[in-house]
C-alpha cells in the first residue's frame, strides 16, 4: 500500500492521542476503534508530542499549549456539534473532508438516518478500511468513501458522483486541515465548498491564528510538525470574517472558553481583543 505523506501522517497522532484519552477515567469520549488504527507509527508520533510538550509546561515563561487536552475538546466539540445539528436542523448528508483514521461513522449515536461521505485520498480511505476489517458503521449511517486529494481539481466532481447532492442542505467538517496547507489552497478548499453547498448548509473546521505560526510559546511544538515535514502554514485571526468571504455566517470559540472547556483546558484564555496572541479557534457557519 502506497506510504503515508507527512499531512496524511498526523491522522495517525490524532488517532493515537484518541486513543490515550479513551483510557482516562475522565474521558471526554470513547473511541474503541483508535488504538487499531494508530498502530505502531501513531504511538511514535504521540511520543514524540510528548517529548515536545510535556517538559516545557513546568516552565512558569514558556508554557507549550497542551495538544492532548485541545485534541480531546476539539473532539468532543465537534462531536456535539454534529449530532446536534442532525439532530435539531435537516442535515441528511455529512461530508468528512480530510478525514483520516476518523471514526464518527461508527461510534456516534446518530439521531437520524444520513448519508456519510468521508474524502481523504485513496490510501489512507484503503488503511482505514483494513485495519477495521468488518466493524459495522451505526444503524443509521450510509458511508460512502471517496478516494481523493483535496488539493486537487477533481475531488468535487468524484463527491457527486459518489452520492452528494449540492442541491440539498449538507453539513461539513474540515478537522485538522487548514493550517498543514498555504493559503491559496485553504481559499480554494473554501470556495469549492461553497459552491457544493445549498443555502442553510453549514460547515465547522479548526483554525489557528497567523500568531500562533510564529509564537515562541509554540515554537517546541511546530518544530516537531516541521520535522516531520507538515509544517503548520496558514492561520487567520478574524475566522469569522474569513467564513463570510465565502458566504458562511460564523462564529468561532476558543478551546477553554465556556462551550469549549469541558474542565478540561488547562490555561489562561485570552479575550479576542488582546493583540498578538496564539489561539486555536473551533469555527462553524451557515451557509446564506
Known amino acids: 500500500m502506497e506510504p503515508f505523506d507527512a499531512v496524511a501522517r498526523t491522522s495517525l497522532l490524532t488517532t493515537a492521542l484518541r486513543a490515550k484519552e479513551t483510557k482516562r477515567p ?10 487499531r488504527l494508530a498502530g505502531t507509527i501513531g504511538a511514535d508520533l504521540f511520543g514524540q508530542v510528548s517529548d515536545a510538550t510535556w517538559p516545557n509546561r513546568t516552565e512558569p515563561d514558556q508554557k507549550v499549549p497542551s495538544t492532548f487536552d485541545y485534541n480531546a475538546i476539539r473532539t468532543r466539540y465537534f462531536d456535539d456539534y454534529l449530532l ?10 455529512v461530508v468528512m473532508a480530510a478525514a ?25 480511505l484503503a488503511a ?7 466493524v459495522p458503521v451505526h444503524e443509521d449511517v450510509t458511508r460512502h468513501l471517496i478516494g481523493a486529494d483535496l488539493l486537487g481539481e477533481d475531488w468535487s466532481d468524484a463527491l457527486i458522483a459518489a452520492g452528494y447532492r449540492p442541491d440539498q442542505p449538507s453539513l461539513w467538517l474540515l478537522e485538522g ?7 491559496e489552497h485553504t481559499r480554494r478548499l473554501l470556495s469549492q465548498v461553497a459552491d457544493l453547498t445549498a443555502p442553510g448548509s453549514r460547515m465547522a473546521a479548526d483554525l489557528v ?6 509564537a515562541p510559546a509554540v515554537k ?25 468571504e465565502y458566504g458562511f455566517e460564523g462564529e468561532a470559540v476558543q478551546p477553554g472558553e465556556e462551550s469549549a472547556h469541558y474542565g478540561r483546558w488547562p490555561d ?14 473551533l469555527v462553524n457557519g451557515r451557509r446564506k
Not at 101 to 122: S, V
Not at 177 to 183: A, G, K, T, V, W
Open 26 to 35: 475522565d474521558r471526554l469520549y470513547e473511541d474503541p476503534f483508535a488504538a
Open 84 to 93: 446536534a445539528q442532525v439532530k435539531d436542523g435537516d442535515y441528511p448528508q
Open 100 to 124: 483520516g483514521m476518523d471514526t464518527r461513522a461508527y461510534r456516534l449515536p446518530w439521531p437520524r438516518p444520513i448519508e456519510l461521505f468521508e474524502l481523504d485520498r485513496a490510501n489512507v
Open 128 to 134: 482505514k478500511e483494513s485495519a477495521l476489517g468488518d
Open 177 to 183: 486541515l487548514l493550517y498543514y496547507i498555504p493559503e
Open 209 to 214: 491564528s497567523a500568531t500562533a505560526l510564529t
Open 220 to 244: 517546541p511544538l511546530l518544530e516537531v510538525f516541521e520535522r516531520w515535514g507538515c509544517p503548520w502554514l496558514y492561520g487567520h485571526d478574524e475566522p469569522e470574517a474569513l467564513l463570510a
Open 268 to 281: 489562561p484564555v485570552h479575550p479576542r481583543h488582546v493583540p498578538d496572541v496564539e489561539r486555536v479557534f
